[in-house]
Nanobody
Framework: QVQLVESGGGLVQAGGSLSLSCAAS????????LGWFRQAPGKEREFVAT????????YYSDSVKGRFTISRNNAKNTVNLQMNSLKPEDTAVYYC?????????????????WGQGTQVTVSS
């Protein structure tokens, strides 16, 4: 079992930055690929970024590429999402998720464990 708890959300003006963090329980953290997803009101949950178990592979959605950076610290069981140049369309609840395997995936269905989410609101 893996429990994930996100933090760091909030309200920021367009062009600003926020850093999200996700803390995980369990001794298998280092063997799992991790991802960040988001869900805006009235929309489906969508992929944002993913990172392999070693941190050597990272992938981003086109909408955040060049603005967001995903990273992980296996010694501390944490995964972070640094978000820069935020836009109003980035407003959503952001979720941290963990896979059962170490390879990256863009697919929601490939992730077994999910956090409760943290709200990010970007004002124009």
């Amino acid at each position: 079992q893996v429990q994930l708890v996100e933090s760091g959300g909030g309200l920021v003006q367009a062009g600003g930055s926020l850093s999200l963090s996700c803390a995980a329980s369990g001794r298998t953290f280092g063997s799992r690929a991790l991802g960040w997803f988001r869900q805006a009101p009235g929309k489906e949950r969508e992929f944002v970024a993913t990172i392999s178990r070693t941190g050597g592979g990272t992938y981003y959605s086109d909408s955040v590429k060049g603005r967001f950076t995903i990273s992980r610290n296996n010694a501390k069981n944490t995964v972070n999402l640094q978000m820069n140049s935020l836009k109003p369309e980035d407003t959503a609840v952001y979720y941290c998720a963990a896979r059962d395997s170490g390879g990256v995936s863009f697919e929601l269905k490939e992730y077994t464990y999910w956090g409760q989410g943290t709200q990010v609101t970007v004002s124009s």
